[in-house]
């Protein structure tokens, strides 16, 4: 059997909110019968676009994480909802009934990703529908999707063999949850942009007043003494450790010139660093 899955390139979002306009173009003022009620025009955000800065000036990067429901397999939402108000279909879609989860504001809190939001003027909880209504008759994609100018956004429709193959091939990941058993189907290219952290510097000759960056400098980044990652400075004298966990760990850098010149430096990691221009 094919199920649906969301596969979304982190990498490749520039915030442009497409998907978002499109969602509510879709939606707000429309009702679709056994689907969904009409999304009110404030206040949901059923395509949910987050943002994270990472580093300091100079060496800062942006990025954005789509967020929609994420129609997890043994979602939280559906245990939660009474008398089976949400429930999965076979393509693995979730939907909340528009009728039956009324008066259900419970089901808000149910959703660990925070992809349902509160209806007040309908009393209902509501989220993302995939567009089933769409799939249903015939379309091959949800509105965000196809509006998507970067193909960022993109979806699967395959057996879960093939899905499994895709997932191990292309690294696809899911956003990290409380409860393990939770299993979104919504899955993430280049997610380390949003929820990873690098070290970043520069390497200089010379001094204040007369300075050139030097290329092709050795760098080693260790922790516990073992050597994580190596790299040689680029043009700009620069380099960047990226993919690394915020968890406080500490690292060693070394960098080793031509001329045998090595400095060593240590950083403890919590976030995204600059650690500044280093002398050589
Ligand atoms: S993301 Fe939240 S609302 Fe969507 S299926 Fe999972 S638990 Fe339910
Ligand atoms: S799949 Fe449809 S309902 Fe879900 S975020 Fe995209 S446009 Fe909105
Ligand atoms: S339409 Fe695509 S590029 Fe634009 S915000 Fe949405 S996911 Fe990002």
Request: net charge negative.
């Amino acid at each position: 059997m094919k199920k649906y899955s969301f596969v979304i390139d982190v990498a490749k979002c520039e915030n442009c909110n497409n998907c978002f306009l499109s969602c509510k173009d879709e939606y707000c003022g429309n009702e679709w019968p056994g689907y969904s009620l009409p999304q009110p025009l404030h206040g949901q955000r059923w395509m949910n676009i987050k943002r994270k800065e990472r580093g300091d000036f100079p060496e800062i990067d942006v990025a954005y994480l789509p967020k929609p429901c994420m129609h997890c397999d043994d979602a939280p939402c559906i245990k939660v909802a009474r008398d089976g108000a949400v429930y999965k279909r076979e393509d693995g879609i979730v939907i909340i009934d528009p009728q039956k989860a009324k008066g259900q504001k419970e089901l808000v809190k149910s959703c660990p990703f925070g992809a349902i939001w509160w209806n007040e003027e309908a009393q209902i909880a509501q989220k993302c529908t995939f567009c089933a209504h769409l799939l249903d008759k015939g379309w091959k994609k949800p509105r965000c999707v196809q509006s998507c100018p970067t193909g960022a956004l993109s979806i699967l429709y395959v057996e879960e063999e093939e899905l499994e193959n895709l997932i191990r091939e292309d690294r696809l990941e899911t956003l990290d949850t409380v409860d393990s058993s939770v299993l979104p189907r919504c899955f993430y290219k280049n997610l380390y942009r949003y929820s990873k952290c690098f070290i970043a510097g520069s390497v200089a000759s010379g001094d204040d007043t007369v300075s050139e960056c030097v290329e092709g400098v050795k760098v080693q980044l260790l922790r516990d003494s073992l050597v994580v990652d190596s790299q040689n400075t680029d043009y700009f004298g620069d380099f960047k450790f990226d993919m690394l966990s915020p968890d406080g760990s500490t690292y060693s850098i070394t960098i080793e010139s031509e001329k045998g010149i090595k400095k060593k430096i240590g950083v403890k990691l919590e976030k995204s660093l600059f650690v500044g221009t280093i002398w050589i």
